[in-house]
């Protein structure tokens, strides 16, 4: 009777193993910590976005999507990653609408670059490690704060 419980316990490890979805694999590297993004693996995070749309690599390390009709871009700095977007405004938005984005939200920072127009970027540090999800979630924030600053900006 002895010698019949580690087959059971086998054959309950096999079953259990030939039970995992597929997904698993997915779900592994969602999971995987890193401390740098490549290339290979911040294209499959952004195109793992059904609603982003014209991903490419502008430059070593740069690289543009669109979302929503907004252009994004990314650049990754090793350590860190930086989300950018600006915008081509007609009338220019006054400093003090600026502070009061920077005043009254949070994550994104705004600023009115060198032409005078709205800017906003958010910085992503990935000393120490993050996983895809959290870089998923951070391009998440990043997407409804910029959507947010647009009407902020248009108001």
């Not at 990653?81 to 081509?88: I, P, V």
């Not at 060198?114 to 998440?140: F, R």
Request: proline share 2%; charged share 30%; glycine share 4%.
């Amino acid at each position: 009777m002895v010698k019949s419980a580690p087959r059971a316990v086998g054959f309950v490890l096999v079953a259990a193993i030939l039970a995992t979805p597929t997904s698993g694999t997915v779900q592994a590297a969602d999971d995987d910590v890193v401390s740098k993004m490549s290339a290979g693996r911040i294209e499959r995070i952004i195109k793992s976005f059904s609603d982003i749309s014209d991903f490419t690599e502008v430059d070593d390390n740069i690289y543009s999507f669109r979302t929503s009709s907004l252009k994004i871009t990314l650049f990754n700095k090793g350590e860190t990653m930086q989300l950018y977007a600006a915008f081509k405004v007609r009338e220019k938005i006054s400093l003090s609408r600026i502070n009061e984005w920077n005043r009254t939200k949070r994550f994104a920072k705004a600023y009115l670059d060198k032409d005078g127009d709205p800017t906003l970027e958010m910085d992503q540090e990935l000393t120490g490690g993050v996983t895809e999800k959290n870089v998923k979630e951070w391009i998440k924030t990043y997407v409804l704060c910029l959507k947010e600053f647009k009407k902020h900006i248009s108001e």
